[in-house]
């Protein structure tokens, strides 16, 4: 009912805080940190299953998880291991971002796993405003519907919209 699904709402709140606060702090990938990588797969296992049951559908919500899910899905914030102000770390990253992050192994797989995990939940995300869209079209189209069907029975005859939509109405000729 309403009131049960408002308190489990209330209730899951701390959670959709924590994931989004978590989401917030860690905007890169560090592939030397495989932990860090399955943590974030289980972090966005969760977020899909949150989100798949509706408790992640207010427009402001998914706004705050957008910035944080696209910069981890987008491998430029990737990174070979925790940052350092040193020269051979630069040489590193670099060498990392032209070439490591491609070649096939245990932390650029937990990379990936994590990744589809953040592509899952975005392919949702898609899948809720679609939804939304279509039914604001369908309250729109039974609206115009309605007004047409309450039309006089002599302008119903000559609306065309009415027409197609009418029993009478087929493609075969004659």
């Known amino acids: 009912t309403g009131c049960e699904d408002s308190v489990s709402r209330r209730q899951s709140r701390p959670i959709l805080d924590w994931v989004t606060e978590f ?3 860690n905007r890169s990938m560090v592939a030397s940190d495989t932990g860090r990588s399955r943590l974030l797969s289980e972090v966005f296992s969760l977020l899909h299953h949150v989100v798949n049951y509706g408790y992640y559908s207010a427009t402001d919500d998914i706004k705050r998880l ?3 899910l696209l910069k981890l899905i987008d491998g430029r914030s990737d990174i070979p291991m925790p940052e350092t102000d040193t020269s051979e770390y630069k040489e590193v990253l670099q060498h990392y971002l032209r070439t ?3 070649r096939p192994s245990r932390e650029t ?4 796993d ?5 592509l899952k939940v975005l392919d949702l995300f898609f899948n809720f405003r679609f939804n939304v869209r279509l039914a604001r079209f369908a309250a729109e189209f039974k609206e115009v519907l309605s007004l047409s069907l ?5 302008s119903q005859r000559e609306d065309p919209f009415f027409i197609l939509l009418s029993d009478k109405f087929s493609l075969k000729p004659g």
């Open 23 to 25: 989401l917030d702090r």
């Open 66 to 68: 957008l910035r944080p």
């Open 100 to 102: 490591e992050r491609y």
């Open 109 to 112: 797989r937990a990379l990936v």
């Open 114 to 118: 994590a990744k589809l995990g953040a």
């Open 150 to 154: 309450s039309l006089s029975e002599t």
